[in-house]
Structure formats: structure tokens, C-alpha cells
């Protein structure tokens, strides 16, 4: 079936230190991936997206690239700050008649000043 | 503002007291959905909604009904809630053309079932 392994949490890191959360997944045919972001007491919030294999996201200094060979999905991010204190969430979809986001189960990090 | 609004964004209830709760989007989005979050679990798919009187099951549809009599509304039904259908809610709705594969979540819904 397809499925996201993310990372398990939470990942404490100070301020300026380097980011990298894991995400591999499992899917039949060839699905969108993305990272959503959600703040505390909020929604999630889309960070980034790849549609197809070697596709890089980007978004507020946050990266990942659509790795085919390898089946993952690595967020990262250079210099990370308090206020990305947040839960992570890699998810693909294969944007069929459902549109259903398969989620992973989701990665706490928490950035100390 | 373009957004997607939940209604109640708190709420404890008792066993067996039927509960709705409300989602709208000002977007004219067609596709709107509900998720349910859990710990360790991460979210999952409830019910789905293509269109105006459209609507399918998700991955975990036993407890819950929806209906999609308006665009803008996607209300979550629950006739008869258990504890197991504590949990935080989001409903999200997707757009056309370049938006097609985004969803938009809505802030969550809190429920507690005693």
C-alpha cells in the first residue's frame, strides 16, 4: 500500500544549527510529494511541493528534493530559528479522483534560542 | 481573506449526543475534505466531497456522515459520538488550475468525547 515514515521526534536543535528531517515513502505509481508545516493551535500550512522525480521545493529557506532511486522526500533547512518551532508533516498524494493526502505521522521540532 | 473556517474550534461532549461540525470556504473550491489527527498516527482521510451533492468515503468513514447540499459547506456529522472519535479535526478544500494539488486547511477542530 502507500505509505510516509517520517522521522520520530522531537528534534531539539539551537538556533543557527542545521535541519534535516527524514521522510521516505512507499506508492504505487508516481505520486506529488510535499511537507506541510503546522504551528501551534493552527492548521497546517503547505511549505512545499515536488510533482516529479529530481524536483526540488523551496520555500522560506526550507528544501527537499524528490528522490525516485531512493524513495525520499529529506527536509532541510541551513540555519533554523525559534520561530520554526513547529510540527512537520510529509505527505505524497497520487492525484487521483480522491485527492487524499496519505500523511506521515508527523515530526515535532523545537529550535532553543 | 481566503479562507477555510471551522466551527466549534473547541468542544466536549458526552456519549450518543449527536454533534456537527461546520466547515465553509470562501473560495468556490469544489473539492473540500475532512481529516481526522492523531498522535503517532499523523492525519487521516474521513470523507471527501468532488462537488454539490457529491461526496465518498475515506479511509476511516465508520462514525461519521457528511453532506454537500452547498459549495461553500461541508458540515461533519456525528450521530451517535464514542470516545474513540476524540480528536482533532481539520477540514481543507482544494482549488482549480494552479492551485489543483494544495489543499487549504482550516485551523482544527478540538473534540473530546466523554
Known amino acids: 500500500g502507500n505509505s510516509v515514515t517520517q522521522m520520530e521526534g522531537p528534534v531539539t536543535l539551537s538556533e543557527e544549527a542545521f535541519l534535516t528531517i527524514n521522510c521516505t515513502y512507499t506508492a504505487t505509481g508516481y505520486p506529488s510529494l510535499f511537507w506541510y508545516v503546522q504551528y501551534p493551535g493552527e492548521g497546517l500550512q503547505l511549505l512545499l511541493k515536488a510533482t516529479k522525480a529530481d524536483d526540488k521545493g523551496s520555500n522560506k529557506g526550507f528544501e527537499a528534493t524528490y528522490r525516485k532511486e531512493t524513495t525520499s522526500f529529506h527536509l532541510e533547512k541551513g540555519s533554523v530559528q525559534v520561530s520554526d518551532s513547529a510540527v512537520y508533516f510529509c505527505a505524497l498524494s497520487l492525484m487521483d479522483s480522491s485527492y487524499k493526502l496519505i500523511f506521515g505521522s508527523g515530526t515535532r521540532l523545537l529550535v532553543r534560542p | 481573506e481566503a479562507q477555510v473556517t471551522q466551527n466549534p474550534r473547541y468542544l466536549i461532549t458526552v456519549t450518543g449526543k449527536k454533534l456537527t461540525v461546520t466547515c465553509s470556504q470562501n473560495?468556490?473550491?469544489?473539492?473540500m475534505s475532512w481529516y481526522r489527527q492523531d498522535p503517532g498516527l499523523g492525519l487521516r482521510q474521513i470523507y471527501y466531497s468532488m462537488n454539490v451533492e457529491v461526496t465518498d468515503k475515506g479511509d476511516v468513514p465508520e462514525g461519521y456522515k457528511v453532506s454537500r447540499k452547498e459549495k461553500r459547506n461541508f458540515p461533519l456529522i456525528l450521530e451517535s459520538p464514542s470516545p474513540n472519535q476524540t480528536s482533532l479535526y481539520f477540514c481543507?478544500?482544494?482549488?482549480?488550475?494552479?492551485?489543483?494539488?494544495?489543499?487549504?486547511f482550516g485551523a482544527g477542530s478540538r473534540l473530546t468525547v466523554l
Open positions: 473560495m468556490n473550491h469544489e473539492y
Open positions: 481543507a478544500s482544494r482549488g482549480q488550475g494552479a492551485g489543483a494539488n494544495v489543499l487549504t
